[in-house]
């Protein structure tokens, strides 16, 4: 089974275009640390996950792809969040362990291959978990997830607009409020996403959001569990959905009671296209795009 590390963050110097394309090969090993986690981490299993996307996906596919893979590397890389808080592990990660992965989502296409210019950028392999290339996708299928329930994940991901634009807020970590907006902005437009997420912003600076919509806490029980089997089986997962950790989904009451308030916010928020008239050719216009996050 493959070790797990961290890398250090001077190693950063070495991600060059050339490295970012994939022609030159920096040895890494002087900033490579040792990372005990105190449990099992089957990377070979997250190897499977990543190999799998490449072959069922092409580069243009890359919603899709973030769709499928998403909750499997989250079942598949089982860490607590304290433990996914670590910006080494995901340098590591997406420098040593994955950057082939990185290069197929966010490299050129073979057309530019040989550009310096279009390589992937340096903070898809050691970035912000909004950015990095795999610590995006495993935070939003936290995130996301309702209890052991993966489906929200799939729901957000097929419209990139709502996790880009919830992730990086503190409402994403209220779990009602979360389940709802996947629920409200369900085959909506990236414009009415962008529209919710400043007007759920605005509001949650005068709301108490956890008084509005109280939730279930997570169990640390469940996520001990989780995180201490080490019997992962991905490719018993490649044709459907997995299960996550044993936690509570979402209250249900929170949930309803923040769906209705979000499907007020967004009535009342102004629509970037949206004609007074409620015009719905104006309202199709889509702006998600699988590379803004």
């Known amino acids: 089974m493959t070790a797990v590390k961290t890398l250090d963050h001077n190693a950063s110097r070495l991600l060059t275009p050339g490295f970012r394309l994939g022609t030159e090969s920096p040895a890494f090993d002087d900033y490579e640390l040792t990372f005990d986690l105190g449990h099992p981490l089957d990377l070979d299993a997250v190897r499977a996950c990543l190999d799998e996307t490449m072959r069922r996906f092409t580069r243009e596919q890359g919603t899709d792809a973030d769709v499928w893979l998403a909750p499997r590397l989250h079942h598949a890389l089982r860490l607590t969040r304290r433990e996914a808080a670590h910006r080494g592990l995901w340098r590591w990660l ?29 903070d898809r392999f050691d970035g912000p978990d909004y950015k990095h290339a795999l610590a995006r996708l495993w935070w939003m299928a936290e995130l996301f997830r309702n209890g052991p329930d993966y489906t929200p994940v799939a ?48 509001a949650a600076t005068t709301l108490v959001i956890d008084t509005i919509g109280p939730d279930n806490p997570l169990d640390p029980e469940a996520g001990l569990a989780w995180v201490s089997d080490p019997d992962i089986d991905p490719g018993r997962y490649f044709d459907e959905m997995p299960s996550g950790p044993e936690d509570p989904p979402a209250a249900e009451a929170a949930v309803t009671t923040m769906v209705d308030l979000l499907e007020d916010l967004l009535a009342e928020a102004p629509v970037r296209g949206r004609s007074t008239e409620d015009d719905p050719d104006e309202d199709s216009v889509e702006l998600g795009s699988e590379t803004s996050a």
């Open 94 to 122: 997406g420098v040593v362990f994955a950057s082939d992965y990185v290069r197929w989502r966010w490299g050129p296409s073979e057309e530019s291959s040989e550009d310096p210019e279009a390589a992937a950028r340096t």
């Open 155 to 202: 729901t957000a991901l097929a419209n990139q607009d709502i996790p880009n634009n919830l992730f990086r807020m503190d409402v994403a970590h209220h779990r009602p409020t979360v389940q709802a907006a996947v629920a409200v902005l369900d085959g909506r437009t990236g414009r009415e996403a962008n529209a919710l997420a400043k007007a759920v912003n605005s």
